[in-house]
């Protein structure tokens, strides 16, 4: 029962890239099939080009056409590509200083076989057939012998950990549980892994009601993002009783109007056949009709 | 400490909602040599460099400080990265402070920026990760139950946030680098939507792209500018976002952090002692919370300190001369923005909005949920 | 400067995945183990300082959850650093150089199992000319082991026998991931990862977690009877770009080493943090290290790599020689970045 959870989790996003004049000029030619480097104020000629160079220093904005060839600086053989690699064929990483440059560019070398690759070596730049302005419009060297996206794609597989994974099973069987350090005694929903006050573990599991106070509360009137809910919909702290910490949930049963701080609420459960390990079990906290918590029992929570 | 510390440069980009104008690079390059002008110095001056910004998921490049060193002159040199979620501007400083203090380095840059505009914030703090509760309530429904809490703890005027934002936009009116620049009357704030309720659109910080950069010197290079900032206390304290008892509203951490600070500085009454102080206030009803928090106003009656009118410019004890983060928000910057604007005051360079006769300022940073803090304490005095 | 030492460490065993434990279950056992080794409780800690990164768990703000761990009341004094733990250790450093406290903690947590290093990593690369490759760090390092070869500066055979090495000496560190005896000439029958580096020259992956305490003056001669007092602490970085630098040697090293001292006395013991075999022979000539000198004697990242938090286990493990009595002087150093971009170096010493 107590086997841990996990679960895959993607993180995936395309960031908006400003590239500033240097570096948008010359991945905007690119798209033109245009390669060029920036001169450095001590006449050096640096591809791919850079606003500073290595000594800090801010390079000069002249640009220089380039042929677009060049020599292998360094290389190493991928046999098996992973998956955000260029190819999905073996192919060469490399440092590769273009002809008349004082630098070198990483980028990948399509040579069919490791054996083709030496240190040294000449190469020509491919294009790619489709640009969007950015390194890639470079689609590789082989032998001779300003917005640039930024997507970024990584998958993890993550687990919530052995306090959180008893959490989550308890919500699973429609119960809150805490933990709590027995010398404290003070319950934490859902459980951590020490309690601050004593820095000791949260050996202990409790179980907590599924009812409580609501302490403060929102009423969310605005669109953003990501958002599941249609606005306006209310989001509280809840202290279940028997719990020292508050959780937070969504409002509801009740007008927006007549919610109040230190109002009674009770989890509103979806159907028992629907319950995961999941906070999303309870649909939203609704009001008992008891009469509210007076100020003072629950202000320390506030 | 072994050695004292001055603030002898301060630099800072023009704030926008998007710097498209400018790569990473180019905006952490502008505020550093802005600051190094204004330190009289070059980069060959400097010994080492901390840099802070909030989470590498706002820009997408993990540990932005290896790529950003060539546009910093940093090869050869340390290059140290601050992490500590919103605070991590005034954190950022406080270690730079210590660098010098504690006789490591002479001659430090220090430097904090936010991109936000490459990214969307509001993706990067919120990704669906399996098993944490889905974010459900955005930015600003972390802390309106927060602020629901203190209203109904001080009985608090309910214009006292709108009366901040205004304030607050006023001031920004006077600074030429502030995101917004917004000339609001009270009604108009009053009458903005209802986002997250007690909170309105107006009462609200915006999103900025900008950088901050600051020099920081031992005594015997201070001489090299006429009006030095002397950095007379720096203090850092941080809790937990959760625990049985916590006081969120007026949190333990901040009431430390500030006790720490003054006690370091020599003070014993900051209303009496402090000329001004540039305070982290996202949301405008933050002010009124952290004049009671910072020791400023007794608990309950900070909202007071604001109908008053004691926190304006030409107030008792400005607050926010800058605009603060009303009107800027670069996140990274933001804590740092705050530490930059108290030194500018005690130097007398803060231009329009310079509260005469500044000697002693504070600047103040806070992160997480309301749980990391940074302050710093500067003056004109050695 | 005031005198810090190293008075203790703990460390989670390094193991390819620990499941079950989140960011506190994993800070908890290794800071209480290291406070109670010197008899002190958190209540004594002057400054807390902790290193990690929001990529390994793919979460931003992952460290917040990690002063779950801690007892965090009253408020503590703490700061962190989005770098290697050893990192957090300079803050520290630095944090006790001001005077008012003595005592410090510095933890770090790294669960390498979660998500793809090699590709989490490319994310360090220059996002308009390198991250949009996908150029893994297995290959950036790859590019740099080659070009010692072109440099006949090594061989593949030399990678094998720094590996050999490494492994043979973790057969005593139960907290090793990867040990015991590896032939050389098997290791070169593997196939290519990315060329020249097979998978035996490529550390492991590893989750961990480690904690030490630093003391100040006569705090630390009260909690140890030989502290391993800090004498020199140096930080360094280069260019960014990988075509901007020669990659068959280190100057932020050796430029690190030297602000260090490294080289005003002999040293006993080396522990460096290099995950690919080459970067040990790379890091051995920037440092001026001869035969002399037992370098990684606990098997170093190449049998133990838990990111974010190698780099202070090699802190911990050069502190507990000069703790134990084993060295009189020793080094630790810590790398950050692609292909030894950042480096940081220690002189840990006994009297």
């Keep these: ?213 609501l302490t403060t509360f929102t009423i969310i009137r605005i669109p953003f993002e990501g958002q599941k809910l249609t606005p306006p919909y209310c989001f509280g702290a809840i202290v279940l009783d028997g719990a020292d910490t508050p959780i937070y949930h969504l409002i509801s049963g009740v007008p927006h109007d007549d919610i109040r701080m230190g109002m009674r609420v009770k989890a509103k459960w979806k159907p028992q056949d629907e319950w995961e390990t999941s906070l999303e079990n309870i649909l939203y906290f609704e009001p008992t009709g008891e009469p509210d918590a007076p100020f003072d029992s629950y202000k320390e929570h506030l | 400490m072994a050695e004292h510390c001055a603030v002898i440069g301060i630099g800072q980009t023009k704030h926008r909602e998007s710097r498209r104008d400018l790569s990473m690079p180019g905006l952490v390059r502008d505020a550093a040599l802005r600051a190094l002008q204004d330190a009289d110095m070059t980069w060959k001056d400097i010994d080492s460099i901390v840099i802070g910004t909030a989470p590498d998921m706002f820009e997408g490049v993990m540990m932005p400080e290896l790529w ?54 509001m993706w990067a703090l919120s990704p669906a990760i399996p098993f944490q509760p889905q974010l459900v309530a955005g930015a600003g429904g972390y802390f309106a139950p927060l602020i629901r809490s203190y209203i109904r703890r001080s009985d608090a005027h309910p214009d006292t946030g709108c009366m901040v934002a205004v304030k607050d936009r006023q001031n920004g009116l006077l600074n030429p680098n502030a995101h917004l620049h917004l000339d609001l009357t009270l009604e108009q704030v009053k009458a903005s939507p209802m986002l997250w309720d007690p909170i309105r659109f107006s009462e609200t910080c915006p999103s900025s792209d900008g950088a901050v950069a600051m020099v920081l010197v031992s005594d015997k290079h201070a001489g090299r500018v006429k009006n030095p900032a002397w950095v007379k206390g720096t203090s850092v304290r941080t809790e937990r976002t959760f625990f049985a008892g916590r006081d969120q509203v007026n949190p333990a951490a901040g009431k430390l952090c500030a006790k720490d600070v003054y006690g370091e500085a020599g003070i014993t009454n900051p209303t009496k002692e402090i000329d001004c102080a540039e305070v982290y206030v996202p949301f405008s009803w933050f002010e009124p919370m952290w004049l009671e928090n910072l020791g400023f106003a007794d608990e309950g009656e900070g909202w007071k300190m604001t109908m008053e009118g004691k926190t304006a410019l030409d107030g008792e004890m400005p607050w926010n001369m800058s605009g603060g983060v009303m009107c800027t928000n670069p996140i990274g910057a933001s804590g740092m923005l705050r530490f930059a604007e108290a030194a500018r005051q005690v130097r007398g360079t803060a231009e329009q909005h310079q509260v005469d006769g500044a000697k002693v300022a504070v600047g103040h940073a806070y992160g997480g949920g309301s749980q990391f803090f940074a302050m710093w304490v500067v003056s004109s005095e050695r | ?118 590709d989490v990593l490319n994310l360090q690369n220059d996002p308009y000319y390198v991250q949009p490759l996908g150029l893994d760090s297995i290959s950036a390092a790859a590019l740099q082991a080659q070009a010692m070869i072109d440099a006949r500066k090594a061989t593949e055979r030399d990678f094998a026998e720094v590996v050999a090495r490494n492994r043979k000496s973790a057969a005593d560190n139960p907290n090793a991931q990867i040990k015991g005896d590896f032939s050389v000439d098997e290791m070169l029958q593997e196939p290519y990862i990315s060329s020249p580096l097979r998978k035996s020259f490529c550390p492991p992956l590893s989750d961990s977690a480690a904690a030490i305490v630093l003391a100040a003056g006569d705090a630390a001669k009260k909690l140890v009877n030989r502290p391993a007092w800090i004498r020199g602490f140096d930080h360094r970085t280069e ?35 290099a995950p690919f075999a080459h970067q040990e022979i790379i890091l051995r000539e920037a440092m001026g290290l001869g035969d002399g000198v037992s370098v990684n004697p606990s098997g170093g990242a190449l049998a133990a790599n838990s990111l974010m938090t190698a780099g202070l286990i090699r802190f911990g493990e050069a502190a507990n020689r000069v703790l134990s009595g084993d060295a009189d002087r020793a080094v630790a150093h810590t790398t950050n970045g692609v292909c030894l971009q950042h480096n940081l170096v220690a002189v840990l010493e006994g009297e």
């Design chain 1, 1 to 213: 029962m107590n086997e841990i959870l996990s679960a895959p989790y993607v993180l995936e996003y395309t960031y908006t890239r400003s590239t500033g004049p240097v570096v948008g000029r010359f991945l905007e030619n690119l798209r033109y099939e245009v390669l060029e480097g920036v001169k450095t104020a001590d006449g050096r000629v640096l591809c791919p080009p850079l606003e500073y160079d290595e000594e800090g220093e801010p390079t000069t904005g002249e640009f220089v056409p380039l042929r677009p060839s060049g020599t292998v600086k360094s290389w190493s053989w991928v046999q098996e590509p992973r998956k955000g690699h260029p190819f999905d064929r073996p192919f060469a990483w490399a440092l590769i200083q273009i002809d008349g440059t004082d630098n070198a560019m990483v980028h990948a070398v399509d040579a069919g076989k490791a054996k083709r690759m030496k240190t040294g070596m000449r190469v020509r730049l491919r294009w790619a057939d489709e640009k969007n302005g950015t390194i890639r419009d470079i689609a590789c060297f082989e032998p001779i012998a300003p917005f640039l996206p930024g997507p970024v794609h990584l998958e993890y597989d993550v687990n919530p950990g052995k306090h959180y994974t008893a959490y989550l099973r308890g919500l699973q069987e429609g119960k809150f549980i805490g933990g709590r350090d027995p010398e404290a005694g003070k319950v934490y929903v859902p459980p951590r892994g020490a309690d601050p006050m004593t820095g000791n573990p949260t050996s202990e599991y409790v179980e907590v009601a599924d009812v409580g106070v």
């Design chain 3, 1 to 118: 400067m005031r005198d810090v030492a190293i008075v203790s460490f703990s460390q989670l065993p390094s193991v390819k995945a620990i499941e079950a434990a989140d960011e506190p279950e994993l800070v908890q056992p290794v800071t209480s183990d290291a406070m109670k080794q010197v008899g002190l409780t958190q209540d004594d800690i002057g400054f807390t300082c902790s290193g990690s990164t929001d990529y390994l768990p793919g979460r931003p703000f992952s460290f917040v959850a990690a002063v779950d761990g801690l007892k965090a009341w009253p408020p503590l004094r703490e700061s962190h650093v989005e770098m290697d733990g050893a990192f957090a250790l300079y803050e520290a450093w630095v944090r006790l150089m001001h005077g008012d406290i003595d005592t410090a903690l510095v933890f770090s947590f790294g669960k390498s199992s979660l998500g793809p290093v090699p």
């Design chain 2, 68 to 121: 950003l060193s060539d546009a910093l002159g940093a090869a050869g040199k340390p290059i140290f990265r601050v992490h500590t979620a919103g605070s991590v501007g005034g954190s950022t400083a406080v270690v730079a402070a210590h660098l010098v203090q504690g006789g490591v380095h002479e001659k430090v840059l220090t430097l904090a920026f936010e991109k936000q505009s490459e990214a969307n914030a």
């Design chain 3, 239 to 273: 260019p960014h770009a990988l075509g901007q630098r020669d990659l068959t040697t280190s100057p932020s090293t050796k430029l690190a080493a030297e602000k260090a001292g490294v080289g005003q006395g002999k040293v006993d013991v080396a522990e460096l943090h």
